[in-house]
Nanobody, 119 residues
Framework: QVQLVESGGGLVQAGGSLRLSCAAS????????LGWYRQAPGKEREMVAR???????YYADSVKGRFTISRDNAKNTVYLQMNSLKPEDTSVYYC?????????????WGQGTQVTVSS
């Protein structure tokens, strides 16, 4: 059984920073493509950033230059450093991972962590 546990959300003023972490646990053979998504009330879930197993990164236009995704394969952890936060960044943030276990590749989601940016 694989679990993704997020941490690091909270309340911050506009212009501030937060660092989200997402740690995977369980019988993991390989920690593959990883990503962060967010969903605000009444809106669809959207991709924020993704990082491939080889380290290639992709960002939504709305966060380019402000957010940085990174990974620590030894710790099965993915991070999202969020700087220059804006009120429109307020959302529940979810991590996502493609993980290989003895049963093959699986697509996993964390439980979500709330990020609130006050103006």
């Amino acid at each position: 059984q694989v679990q993704l546990v997020e941490s690091g959300g909270g309340l911050v003023q506009a212009g501030g920073s937060l660092r989200l972490s997402c740690a995977a646990s369980g019988s993991i053979f390989s920690f593959n493509d990883l990503g962060w998504y967010r969903q605000a009330p009444g809106k669809e879930r959207e991709m924020v950033a993704r990082i491939s197993r080889g380290g290639s990164v992709y960002y939504a236009d709305s966060v380019k230059g402000r957010f940085t995704i990174s990974r620590d394969n030894a710790k099965n952890t993915v991070y999202l450093q969020m700087n220059s936060l804006k009120p429109e960044d307020t959302s529940v943030y979810y991590c996502n991972a493609i993980i290989t276990t003895m049963r093959g590749d699986g697509y996993y989601w964390g439980q979500g962590t709330q990020v609130t940016v006050s103006s």
